[in-house]
């Protein structure tokens, strides 16, 4: 029979499907469920449009309005690469092999409000006849048959997690057919997700393949549960074009053995976490045994070459000479584009990326590993895809890697007029957008040009989610630009105008309104917009430029008031505080009322002493509000890194450039000194820095405080931050509490999963957030952190000169920085799946985790720091432990955390303590002093500007 056969996993789960593409269309129904004027609240408001959790009743309504139509073809039975139909959808029958929480993932992220359908087929064969229950898990709607009759479904809506129920049913002897039928209602982050787990003695699952062997499939499919990719990121060696820094470059169609994914030509189709064969929840990945003896023998011992201790890279990782590369070396441990694959010796593989050959590539696993160089790569996101090298084996492994930008700085060179000057010529030769417009405009290089601002203009036409970013920056040109295409800047203006600029004013949409960021680009957008075209009316609400600047400008007041005075709650967020400083500098800069450019001006301030004091060489490593998997696997992807490139020299200068650009172009608003010394200062370092305020239920859609407390200890060679008591305890969303870090590819971190997924519409997901926050506390170099589940360690031994493990201990260095990890068991290494030799799993409970960073000038070789190690002490929700020379900490999960016995608690000031700036309760300015440079920023009005 052309079939492959797979196992279910050991809960049951089916792990092995055929999928279709998720079709998606837009939701044109929404008059007809909300109103589009008059007051936005209410239970009914039109406000449940824009925000995740508070729509999921909403979009139960909206699906039980619009049913998939009934009667018609379901498809029976499915086929790889067979083409089938659902009503007037059509779509490709394409595998997929899901990752360990066996959900088959669609999520998509919807800038305009969306119905999504899916379908996923799975032919299982059953000995025996007998009755059986199916547990069917997802966020939205499914219809469940079996051989094309309906056995049982649901219509209940989730945000995030995914709910679950029971099917019973009559599964006969041989071979049965089930296929799911999975709807959603996207708005913003949509998550798009199946489960199904079957109960009673085991089944098999049959994939039907044309041509396929079973038995040769068979073995492959053993063989790949073996194969891991050693580096989630590789790093271009030097720029390829303008592709090579867009955001929303795609890139050629993966060209493979089996029909292309639907997904790699549409941005709205299946994107299933398939092929992760990830070990959270599942047990397809490998692992490295738990308290062995040193992967490396040689890991600690400083062999001199070249001025630096060296050592081989751990079994299955090829160290990354530049030899072998044929590439120069991004920096220690780095090498050019290319995926380095681990698995069994000697294992013949074939490979596919997005962007190769036709054929794919034909590698031979030596020493456990080959390295593929990836030719004629565009994109930033690539899919890797393993199969064997073999005819008739259709079974293969799919991987997700990030290529990164090659332009990375751990240490200031030139001048601040020569970073501007870098910033604008990498921004004006980005592409299209309109950063690249703004900056050729600022070097001369021609008209403000159609093209460039087509999806500016086109994510405003539609008001999709995000478009007041592009909101500001076509104001920026406005303002800045003197030359246009014909017609162009009349276009601008009629965009402009018919803009909705709040959740007050008329409109049924799902653009974001409710966090923090997008508050204050709102409210300069508006402002900016408003007295730009004073006279105009603007036929959305019926008001004059004027008055809608009167509008944004309260509003913008009071946002700004409350920031400067307390912080922000979205803290240090290496995603968001840049977006606060696009709004910030563009009221600074445009904003004709002196006040509150002022007090813009002075929040911006505050905002680059964050950057400045809470990041170490480029990296922003310090704990935050929000972030996202790809700038925690990497800083050269951070929204705050081209920030820190123009103003401080160190940094990446990647894709996310709108806030930079505007920065580089302004003419009133200038980096105070007092922050660049900090910024430039390599010394040790301890700081704290409290943020407090208050949610408001119409701003926020919550009403309660908020707060967090960020400890930083850095030095010339490491970086140990965290957020001290954050509400542990509470559900996660996309905090990042903890790392440390030692480079832009190696921050060291744990979190608590609620899933496999990395996509940014999983909150939270495997590495961004936590299921539940973790209670953490540091003191200095050290920190204890707890757990009440299931944990991971992000440990890249790729990116690391040296690793090595000691009993409890697992310890990696980078230069002559050095951190240690411990948890009860200790932890060995995930050695297969989309995180080899990155991910770390713990040998016990994982519910407490110790975290140790040292350096060479203080704590001698890599070999004696780890030496030096003690044991912690593990108990029932508690940890104690005392560095070398340190005091003796104790967490426990309730009650205080004590140093020495002492009590330490978290007081609610000063607000900032550094050796910068010491801010107190009650304080009406903030001054930042170092070296021979000082700044003041008043804690009401801001700072002045010049005219």
Same mark, same amino acid.
């Given at each position: 029979?052309?079939r492959t056969i797979h196992r279910l996993a050991r809960d049951g789960t089916i792990r092995d499907w055929l999928i279709g593409p998720a079709w998606s269309w837009p939701a044109g129904d929404l008059h007809q469920h909300l109103r589009a004027d008059g007051s936005p609240w209410g239970p009914?408001?039109?406000?449940?449009?824009?925000?995740?959790?508070?729509?999921?009743?909403?979009?139960?309504?909206?699906?039980?309005?619009?049913?998939?139509?009934?009667?018609?073809?379901?498809? !029976? !039975?499915?086929?790889?690469?067979?083409?089938? =139909?659902?009503?007037?959808?059509?779509?490709?029958?394409?595998?997929?092999?899901?990752?360990?929480?066996?959900?088959?993932?669609?999520?998509?992220?919807?800038?305009?409000?969306?119905?999504?359908?899916?379908?996923?087929?799975?032919? +299982?064969?059953?000995?025996?006849?007998?009755?059986?229950?199916?547990?069917? &898990?997802?966020?939205?709607?499914?219809?469940?048959?079996?051989?094309?009759?309906?056995?049982?479904?649901?219509? %209940?809506?989730?945000?995030?997690?995914?709910?679950?129920?029971?099917?019973?049913?009559?599964?006969?002897?041989?071979?049965?057919?089930?296929?799911?039928?999975?709807?959603?209602?996207?708005?913003?982050?949509?998550?798009?997700?199946? =489960?199904?787990?079957?109960?009673?003695?085991?089944?098999?699952?049959?994939?039907?393949?044309?041509?396929?062997?079973?038995?040769?499939?068979?073995?492959?499919?053993?063989?790949?549960?073996?194969?891991?990719?050693?580096?989630?990121?590789? +790093?271009?060696?030097?720029?390829?074009?303008?592709?090579?820094?867009?955001?929303?470059?795609?890139?050629?169609?993966?060209?493979?053995?089996?029909?292309?994914?639907?997904?790699?030509?549409?941005?709205?189709?299946?994107?299933?976490?398939?092929?992760?064969?990830?070990?959270?929840?599942?047990?397809?990945?490998?692992?490295?045994?738990?308290?062995?003896?040193?992967?490396?023998?040689?890991?600690?011992?400083?062999?001199?070459?070249?001025?630096?201790?060296?050592?081989?890279?751990?079994?299955?990782?090829?160290?990354?000479?530049?030899?072998? &590369?044929?590439?120069?070396?991004?920096?220690?441990?780095?090498?050019?584009?290319?995926?380095?694959?681990?698995?069994?010796?000697?294992?013949?593989?074939?490979?596919?990326?997005?962007?190769?050959?036709?054929?794919?590539?034909?590698?031979? /696993?030596?020493?456990?590993?080959?390295? +593929?160089?990836?030719?004629?790569?565009?994109?930033?996101?690539?899919?890797?895809?393993?199969?064997?090298?073999?005819?008739?084996?259709?079974?293969? %492994?799919?991987?997700?890697?990030?290529?990164?930008?090659?332009?990375?700085?751990?240490?200031?060179?030139?001048?601040?007029?020569?970073?501007?000057?870098?910033? /604008?010529?990498?921004?004006?030769?980005?592409?299209?957008?309109?950063?690249?417009?703004?900056? %050729?405009?600022?070097?001369?290089?021609?008209?403000?040009?159609?093209?460039?601002?087509?999806?500016?203009?086109?994510?405003?036409?539609?008001?999709?989610?995000?478009?007041?970013?592009?909101?500001?920056?076509?104001?920026?040109?406005?303002?800045?630009?003197?030359?246009?295409?014909? #017609?162009?800047?009349? &276009?601008?203006?009629?965009?402009?105008?018919?803009?909705?600029?709040?959740?007050?004013?008329?409109?049924?949409?799902?653009?974001?309104?409710?966090?923090?960021?997008?508050?204050?680009?709102?409210?300069?957008?508006?402002?900016?917009?408003?007295?730009?075209?004073?006279?105009?009316?603007?036929?959305?609400?019926?008001?004059?430029?004027? =008055?809608?600047?009167?509008?944004?400008?309260?509003?913008?007041?009071?946002?700004?008031?409350?920031?400067?005075?307390?912080?922000?709650?979205?803290?240090?967020?290496?995603?968001?505080?840049?977006?606060?400083?696009?709004?910030?500098?563009?009221?600074?800069?445009?904003?004709?009322?002196?006040?509150?450019?002022?007090?813009?001006?002075?929040?911006?301030?505050?905002?680059?002493?964050?950057?400045?004091?809470?990041?170490?060489?480029?990296?922003?490593? $310090?704990?935050?509000?929000?972030?996202?998997?790809?700038?925690?696997?990497?800083?050269? /992807?951070?929204?705050?890194?081209?920030?820190?490139?123009?103003?401080?020299?160190?940094?990446?200068?990647?894709?996310?450039?709108?806030?930079?650009?505007?920065?580089?172009? !302004?003419?009133?608003?200038?980096?105070?000194?007092?922050?660049?010394?900090?910024?430039?200062?390599?010394?040790?370092?301890?700081?704290?820095?409290?943020?407090?305020?208050?949610?408001?239920?119409?701003?926020?859609?919550?009403?309660?405080?908020? #707060?967090?407390?960020?400890?930083?200890?850095?030095?010339?060679?490491?970086?140990?931050?965290?957020?001290?008591?954050?509400?542990?305890?509470?559900?996660?969303?996309?905090?990042?509490?903890?790392?440390?870090?030692?480079?832009?590819?190696?921050?060291?971190?744990?979190?608590?999963?609620?899933?496999?997924?990395?996509?940014?519409?999983?909150?939270?997901?495997?590495?961004?957030?936590?299921?539940?926050?973790? =209670?953490?506390?540091q003191h200095g170099g050290t920190l204890i952190a707890l757990y009440t589940g299931r944990t991971h360690a992000w440990f890249p031994v790729r990116h690391?000169?040296?690793?090595?493990?000691?009993?409890?201990?697992?310890?990696?260095?980078?230069?002559? #920085?050095?951190?240690?990890?411990?948890?009860?068991?200790?932890?060995?290494?995930?050695?297969?799946?989309?995180?080899?030799?990155?991910?770390?799993?713990?040998?016990?409970?994982?519910?407490?985790?110790? $975290?140790?960073?040292? %350096?060479?000038?203080?704590?001698?070789?890599?070999?004696?720091?780890?030496?030096?190690?003690?044991?912690?002490?593990?108990?029932?929700?508690?940890?104690?432990? &005392?560095?070398?020379?340190?005091?003796?900490?104790?967490?426990?999960?309730?009650?205080?955390?004590?140093?020495?016995?002492?009590?330490?608690?978290?007081?609610?000031?000063?607000?900032?303590?550094?050796?910068?700036?010491?801010?107190?309760?009650?304080?009406?300015?903030?001054?930042?002093?170092?070296?021979?440079?000082?700044?003041?920023?008043?804690?009401?009005?801001?700072?002045?500007?010049?005219?």
């Amino acid at each position: 029979m052309s079939r492959t056969i797979h196992r279910l996993a050991r809960d049951g789960t089916i792990r092995d499907w055929l999928i279709g593409p998720a079709w998606s269309w837009p939701a044109g129904d929404l008059h007809q469920h909300l109103r589009a004027d008059g007051s936005p609240w209410g239970p009914d408001g039109r406000w449940r449009l824009t925000n995740g959790p508070d729509a999921t009743p909403l979009k139960e309504t909206l699906l039980r309005a619009n049913p998939p139509p009934a009667g018609g073809p379901v498809p !029976a !039975a499915a086929a790889e690469a067979l083409e089938f =139909r659902f009503h007037h959808h059509v779509g490709t029958w394409q595998r997929v092999h899901t990752a360990g929480d066996g959900l088959v993932d669609w999520s998509a992220f919807c800038f305009t409000p969306s119905y999504r359908l899916a379908l996923a087929a799975a032919t +299982v064969e059953a000995d025996q006849a007998e009755w059986r229950e199916l547990r069917v &898990a997802s966020t939205g709607p499914v219809r469940l048959l079996l051989d094309g009759v309906e056995i049982g479904g649901s219509d %209940r809506v989730s945000y995030m997690e995914p709910l679950e129920w029971p099917v019973r049913v009559w599964l006969p002897a041989g071979v049965s057919t089930l296929v799911a039928v999975v709807r959603q209602a996207g708005f913003r982050e949509c998550r798009h997700i199946l =489960r199904v787990r079957v109960g009673g003695p085991p089944i098999r699952v049959i994939v039907p393949s044309p041509g396929a062997d079973e038995e040769a499939s068979a073995r492959a499919e053993d063989l790949l549960d073996a194969v891991g990719l050693a580096s989630c990121v590789a +790093v271009r060696p030097e720029p390829v074009g303008a592709d090579a820094v867009r955001r929303d470059a795609v890139g050629p169609e993966p060209v493979r053995p089996e029909p292309v994914r639907p997904d790699a030509v549409r941005p709205d189709a299946a994107r299933p976490d398939a092929a992760r064969p990830d070990a959270v929840g599942g047990e397809s990945a490998g692992r490295e045994p738990v308290g062995a003896e040193p992967v490396r023998p040689d890991a600690a011992r400083p062999d001199a070459v070249g001025g630096e201790p060296a050592g081989r890279e751990p079994v299955g990782v090829e160290a990354a000479g530049v030899e072998a &590369a044929g590439v120069e070396a991004a920096g220690r441990g780095l090498v050019g584009a290319e995926a380095v694959l681990t698995g069994p010796d000697g294992s013949r593989l074939r490979v596919w990326w997005t962007g190769g050959p036709e054929g794919g590539r034909a590698v031979t /696993l030596v020493g456990g590993r080959a390295r +593929v160089p990836l030719d004629g790569v565009v994109a930033r996101e690539v899919s890797v895809r393993v199969g064997v090298d073999a005819s008739a084996v259709p079974v293969n %492994r799919e991987f997700d890697l990030l290529v990164l930008p090659f332009d990375h700085r751990e240490t200031a060179v030139g001048t601040p007029g020569e970073w501007r000057r870098e910033l /604008l010529t990498h921004a004006s030769s980005s592409g299209t957008g309109v950063a690249a417009e703004l900056a %050729r405009a600022e070097l001369g290089g021609g008209p403000v040009t159609a093209d460039g601002l087509a999806r500016a203009l086109t994510m405003i036409s539609q008001r999709a989610d995000c478009a007041d970013f592009e909101a500001v920056g076509l104001l920026h040109l406005w303002h800045r630009a003197d030359a246009w295409e014909p #017609g162009l800047r009349e &276009a601008v203006r009629a965009a402009l105008r018919g803009f909705k600029y709040w959740i007050d004013q008329p409109g049924l949409d799902a653009m974001c309104y409710f966090t923090e960021n997008h508050q204050l680009v709102w409210h300069t957008a508006e402002t900016l917009a408003g007295e730009a075209l004073g006279d105009d009316v603007f036929p959305n609400t019926g008001w004059t430029g004027r =008055r809608h600047a009167e509008h944004g400008r309260e509003l913008a007041r009071e946002w700004i008031a409350r920031r400067l005075a307390g912080g922000f709650s979205e803290f240090d967020s290496n995603a968001y505080l840049a977006i606060d400083l696009l709004a910030l500098v563009s009221l600074a800069e445009l904003g004709t009322d002196r006040a509150l450019a002022e007090a813009a001006a002075g929040l911006a301030d505050r905002v680059l002493f964050s950057l400045a004091a809470n990041s170490w060489r480029g990296v922003h490593g $310090c704990a935050h509000g929000r972030s996202y998997v790809g700038a925690l696997r990497s800083s050269r /992807l951070e929204e705050t890194a081209p920030i820190m490139r123009l103003c401080f020299g160190v940094g990446a200068l990647n894709d996310a450039l709108l806030p930079a650009t505007v920065l580089a172009v !302004a003419r009133r608003y200038a980096v105070p000194d007092a922050i660049r010394a900090v910024a430039a200062y390599d010394g040790d370092w301890s700081g704290r820095q409290n943020n407090r305020g208050r949610y408001l239920p119409d701003r926020d859609l919550l009403d309660r405080p908020y #707060g967090s407390d960020v400890v930083v200890h850095r030095t010339a060679d490491v970086m140990l931050a965290s957020v001290q008591d954050y509400r542990c305890g509470l559900p996660g969303l996309q905090e990042h509490v903890w790392g440390a870090t030692l480079g832009p590819e190696t921050q060291i971190f744990v979190t608590q999963p609620p899933n496999a997924s990395v996509s940014p519409s999983s909150r939270p997901n495997a590495w961004a957030g936590d299921h539940v926050l973790p =209670r953490v506390r540091q003191h200095g170099g050290t920190l204890i952190a707890l757990y009440t589940g299931r944990t991971h360690a992000w440990f890249p031994v790729r990116h690391l000169d040296e690793q090595a493990a000691r009993g409890v201990w697992r310890a990696g260095r980078r230069g002559d #920085g050095y951190v240690a990890l411990a948890t009860d068991g200790g932890a060995g290494f995930a050695t297969a799946g989309p995180e080899a030799w990155q991910e770390l799993l713990p040998g016990g409970t994982g519910a407490a985790w110790v $975290c140790v960073v040292g %350096r060479r000038a203080t704590h001698g070789s890599f070999a004696a720091f780890l030496e030096s190690l003690p044991a912690p002490e593990f108990g029932p929700e508690r940890a104690r432990f &005392a560095a070398p020379g340190g005091p003796l900490l104790d967490l426990p999960w309730t009650g205080p955390f004590t140093v020495n016995g002492r009590v330490e608690a978290i007081a609610p000031g000063p607000r900032i303590s550094d050796p910068a700036c010491a801010l107190r309760p009650g304080d009406e300015e903030m001054t930042i002093a170092f070296g021979d440079a000082s700044h003041r920023i008043h804690l009401r009005t801001g700072r002045p500007l010049p005219p």
